[in-house]
Every structure is written in structure tokens, then in C-alpha cells.
């Protein structure tokens, strides 16, 4: 079940689109919820302070 249909009118780069002519889907979870851009990060509170961790490189297979 899709959040919009072909009618559906979005808010991008200035100008009301139609939601089925965005490059991105703009309901996307990845986009609502940053999957995409944290998925590689971490955190953790240490003793000696805070550690942050990132992926050094990406692999797609």
C-alpha cells in the first residue's frame, strides 16, 4: 500500500511535483528515518569519554 497515488503533490526544490516524478521516493523510510546516513555510525559513552565509530569504506555486493 503506497502513502500517495498519481495525484499526490509534493514540495521539492522550490516547486509543487508530482510524488511519481521525484527521483527519491519521497515516503521512503530511508528518508524519513535517515537509515541511509546513520546506518554506519556509532556511538558509545566510555569511561575515558565518548567513542565514535564510522565505516572507513563502503562494499556493495
Known sequence: MKYYDKNTLIYLDGAFVKASEAALDPFAQSLHYGYAVFDGLRAYNTHNGP???????????
Open 51 to 61: 567513542v565514535y565509530l564510522k565505516l572507513t569504506c563502503i562494499s556493495i555486493a
